[in-house]
């Protein structure tokens, strides 16, 4: 599969969901789902999702322990910083798999980003990412996807109350610095150690 800057889906279904937040106006609201262990739907079996859920909209998130074999040299082929390097593109979830999806990492809001965390963004700026990419470390604080996660009104709220998750608070070292490999199992033995409930706790936004 091969995409390019100039031809991609840049959240054109989430923009349709949900408005992007200033981070001055917003909240950061985002959780980790953990999916539990006897999850069997294979798009979530043994994920970690970031998910969000603006003031306007439904929740939508990305599989942050889910990479793919594209590399980003090969999806990005003009971006010269990028060769050579071995970073993948990860698989966001189910829904527009033919578009990127990005995190961004970023101590001032990017324009028109949505807020996920106090320092962590989604955006579809594309002049960003060009320049982000342009860095000699373009990939610091940078994640790329294939498509997202997305839920309708109720329905994630519906997939807690039937069990299917743990609820984990969020943090950015999770999504840019741990190994993908290793993530799911160390937050799913530390929800089962502290014996997490599968709805979201009274600290954690309740509206999903």
Known sequence: MRFS????????????????????EGQASAIFLVAKRD?????????VVLVTHPPQGAPFGVIINRPLGELLSDVFPDQPTLKGRKEVLYFGGPVGRQGLVFLVRSPKPPRGATLVLRD???????????????????????????GYSGWAPGQLQNELARGGWHVVPADAESVFDKDPAGLWLELIEGATSRQVRADPPAALPVSF
């Open 5 to 24: 800057l100039r031809f991609f889906l840049t959240f054109a279904t989430l923009a349709a969901m949900a408005a992007p937040v200033p981070a001055a």
């Open 120 to 146: 962590v963004f989604f955006t579809s700026d594309i002049a960003l990412i060009e320049k982000l990419l342009q860095r000699k470390e373009p990939l610091a604080g940078l994640r790329v996807f294939s």
């Open 39 to 47: 999850l069997a739907d294979p798009n979530f079996r043994e994920s």
